[in-house]
């Protein structure tokens, strides 16, 4: 959607009775970082860079003071340091490599990029019981080292690297996932693809971002490893390639890659499921002690990412995989079951039509709170919000704070990613008062010398029908909730079409009888049709010539996909195991005849 010219700032909506209350920290586009309490007032800006900020009780900040020049670096963080309340530093990191750019920066850089995690808590929000060590501890840093591996490509790569560093600055442990790519699961289309254009960037004479690994954090104690699941080790490290749709994580220990969902979201029933997630961020598990906990928690934002077949929006097939709008995804590991999502529908946008209302294509994040709540950084719009399990927007804050840029140049108010921490975490600052923002009535409000809402004067005419609540619009909602509780159109005769679940079928199926299966759904006008045509059929020309059985597809929705049910009705014959003919849609009363006695010829 168009964005409007005049909409408020700062905080919109705010109830204190159903927020969990805090501060958020923020980093701003040009502004450095931002700590403010519930109801926007801003209490501390710190003149720094962070890809995040991250806070440590006590008021400390985890941050960096800057990042290499764009001609030489992209998104190179040149250290990682730690600032008290009062903007000291009290620890820094930079010695991982010894750059010498000409013309500009000679030093030594941690290229830190997106994410890092002080020791004492697996995710950098706050979790009770688990505060990251403010004084002393470990951290983990997300970095990049710049390579050529003709393996992957002919081009310069911008790699991936994890290493962690002691309090002193040691560098205790390290991980790059170029050693790790024939693990990633490409097939030869991808890999041919990448070969050529790893997703080429214009810094340092051209360098290919080819992965773009966005976040990074330990699972944490968790229930599954508790279960006996060696995959899920507290100090396992869970991250995500935002450019090649990959999940995954990785076995510190060992240094493999133990568990991965993509980058082939149709590689089995159960992904088909949770659908493509596109150019993620901030994937994580929900740390134990919070409500979901030993969940996978992921912005997916949508947009496009990926490399693969050509199609339309993809004519090389580079960033293949397209999507206008975001989700938010709570699923189990072991299932990849989804338990808890917030797409545009559950905020009230129709999907496809009105579903760029909910929609971050780059950056963004979401953290599980512990009253159950999610604050979420849609990061492109510079918006926060914070839902309820229910999807309730129980507060909003917009950023104020935007690009430097210069007139007729682009501008935006992006975050990279919030977070939300209790008061105590600054002990500096008495609790601020909590105060109840309603929402305004976005239909009567006007500025300053606009018309009121309503009329002068509203004419009936004559004849005029009246209006519908749901209008058809130009283009289909894709919305199968709503498809698999359509009111039923009739009564599938099912002492006739005996209902076959999953788990029969290849046993009914083997049969050296010829075996006729419906596969259709009784809010279907088509198989309504086709029902009583092909019934009558079967009893009077081929009574006792094939066993009959009957699909739901709504209710046997993995039997339908492995069978390649696109739409329906759908009649396939089977026998010994195989399948022998199908017909698709509705039928004459000659035609099924004609098919039914093909069927029985082969």
Not at 104 to 119: G, I, K, L, T, V
Not at 409 to 425: G, L, S, V
Request: some cysteine.
């Amino acid at each position: 959607m168009g964005q409007p010219k005049v909409f408020p700032h700062g905080t919109t909506v705010y109830n204190p009775e159903k927020c969990w209350n805090g501060y958020t920290i923020v980093p701003t586009i040009n502004d450095g970082v931002l700590l403010f309490d519930m109801n926007g007032n801003e209490i501390r800006r710190w003149k720094m860079h962070a890809m995040p900020p991250k806070l440590l009780p006590g008021g400390y900040v985890l941050g960096q003071s800057g990042f290499r020049h764009p001609d030489y670096g992209m998104q190179d963080g040149v250290n990682v340091i730690q600032i008290d309340y009062d903007g000291n530093i009290v620890w820094e990191f930079d010695h991982y490599e010894e750059i010498n750019d000409p013309g500009r920066d000679h030093r030594w850089m941690a290229r830190s990029h997106h994410d890092y995690q002080r020791e004492g808590n697996p995710v950098g929000y706050y979790v009770p019981g688990m505060d990251p060590k403010p004084l002393e501890g470990n951290t983990l840093i997300l970095a990049h080292r710049t390579i050529h591996n003709p393996k992957i490509s002919d081009k310069r790569l911008l790699d991936d690297v994890m290493y962690e560093v002691d309090w002193e600055g040691n560098i205790l442990w390290h991980w790059s996932i170029s050693d790790h790519f024939d693990e990633l699961g490409f097939d030869e289309v991808a890999k041919t693809l990448l070969f050529r254009d790893p997703n080429m960037r214009s810094s340092d004479g051209g360098v290919g971002d080819y992965l773009h690994v966005n976040c990074m954090s330990y699972l944490g104690p968790n229930k599954w490893y508790d279960q006996g699941d060696e995959r899920f080790k507290p100090e396992n490290i869970i991250f995500d390639c935002r450019e090649a749709n990959i999940l995954a994580i990785l076995d510190k220990e060992t240094g493999k890659i133990v568990w991965q969902i993509g980058p082939d979201f149709n590689a089995s029933p159960a992904l088909k499921k949770l659908g493509w997630i596109i150019g993620q961020h901030h994937f994580h598990m929900i740390p134990k002690g919070l409500p979901g906990e030993g969940n996978l928690m992921v912005f997916d934002n949508g947009g496009w990412g990926g490399y693969g077949a050509p199609n339309p929006g993809s004519k090389l097939g580079a960033k293949n995989a397209l999507r206008d709008y975001t989700r938010i995804l709570e699923f189990d590991p072991i299932t990849l079951e989804i338990i808890w999502q917030v797409t545009p529908k559950e905020l009230g946008h129709a999907i496809p039509t009105d579903a760029s209302k909910f929609y971050s294509p780059y950056v963004s994040a979401a953290q599980r709170l512990p009253n159950g709540n999610t604050l979420i950084t849609e990061g492109s719009d510079g918006r926060l919000i914070e839902v309820t399990p229910d999807h309730e927007i129980v507060w909003e804050w917009i950023s104020p704070y935007y690009t430097h840029s210069k007139p007729g140049e682009p501008t935006n108010n992006m975050i990279y990613r919030a977070y939300r921490y209790p008061y105590d975490y600054v002990p500096q600052e008495p609790t601020p008062e909590e105060v109840a923002i309603e929402p305004i009535d976005n239909i009567t409000y006007r500025v300053p010398n606009a018309g009121a809402f309503g009329a002068k004067k509203v004419i009936e005419v004559e004849g005029s029908l009246p209006y519908y609540a749901e209008v058809a619009l130009c283009v289909a909602t894709d919305d199968e909730d709503d498809v698999v509780t359509r009111e039923k159109v009739f009564d599938v005769d099912k002492e006739f079409f005996v209902p076959m679940a999953a788990s029969d079928f290849e046993v009914v199926t083997r049969s050296d009888i010829p075996v006729l299966v419906l596969f259709g759904a009784e809010r279907c006008q088509h198989c309504k049709a086709l029902h009583p045509v092909l019934e009558e059929a079967l009893k009077e020309e081929f009574d006792g010539k094939f066993t009959l059985r009957y699909v739901d597809v709504d209710a046997e929705k993995d039997l339908a996909e492995s069978q390649r049910i696109a739409g329906i009705p759908v009649v396939v014959i089977y026998k010994d195991g195989k399948e022998m003919q199908r017909f698709n849609g509705e039928r004459d009363y000659d035609d099924i005849c004609d098919f039914l006695e093909d069927a029985l010829k082969g």
